[in-house]
T-cell receptor, first 113, second 115 residues
């Protein structure tokens, strides 16, 4: 069974559109994350979320919003897509304590044309 | 601000040729240093966590070591299936909220093992 799964794997869309990426984890973890991996391959945190608290990286545009219907899901909604949003987006989860390792999904490659 | 620098950026080895990957870091107190392996088109896969200087962890042909300034990932007699990008990340004591502390990733070392 896949521990952290995200869909779709590839997403091609035009500028100005709104899109969502879904993420589910079956590890029973308390905290979920969204990371962005740009063309330079750096992984940067976008959001951290548990059932009590959402933390937003201050550099993330407010066009990006995480939505969590329950503890096992953290979806990413993006409004008014821009060319610069093209990247690979990874969902991850971890258990408490917070220095437990992250478990990543296989990524969603978003291409904005 | 925490920083992670990995070297070399790319490394080509012949099968069986042992070598080491370096991860240099600066952090305001180390909660943990993590090594991940990332295959093309996949998410990073957890390998090791090191918590304090002097600690070592091993898994098959991989051995990770830690000092106060850097970590090494030693690869002994590598095989072609060890080809991947190896990522290093450090977690310091800067609290991010939501039960998590700031995790900073390096750019990675792309390892190619030639048969």
């Amino acid at each position: 069974d896949t521990a952290v799964s995200q869909t779709p794997k590839y997403l091609v869309t035009q500028m100005g559109n709104d899109k969502s990426i879904k993420c589910e984890q079956n590890l029973g973890h308390d905290t979920m994350y969204w990371y962005k991996q740009d063309s330079k391959k750096f992984l940067k945190i976008m959001f951290s979320y548990n059932n009590k608290e959402l933390i937003i990286n201050e550099t993330v545009p407010n066009r990006f919003s995480p939505k969590s219907p329950d503890k096992a899901h953290l979806n990413l909604h993006i409004n008014s897509l821009e060319l610069g949003d093209s990247a690979v987006y990874f969902c991850a989860s971890s258990q408490i304590p917070s220095n437990s390792p992250l478990h990543f999904g296989n990524g969603t490659r978003l291409t904005v044309t | 601000e925490d920083q992670v620098t990995q070297s070399p950026e790319a490394l080509r080895l012949q099968e069986g040729e042992s070598s080491s990957l370096n991860c240099s870091y600066t952090v305001s107190g180390l909660r943990g240093l993590f090594w991940y392996r990332q295959d093309p088109g996949k998410g990073p896969e957890f390998l090791f966590t090191l918590y304090s200087a002097g600690e070592e962890k091993e898994k098959e042909r991989l051995k990770a070591t830690l000092t106060k300034k850097e970590s090494f990932l030693h690869i002994t007699a590598p095989k072609p299936e060890d080809s991947a990008t190896y990522l290093c990340a450090v977690q310091g004591y800067a609290y991010s909220g939501a039960g998590s502390y700031q995790l900073t990733f390096g750019k990675g070392t792309k390892l190619s093992v030639i048969p």
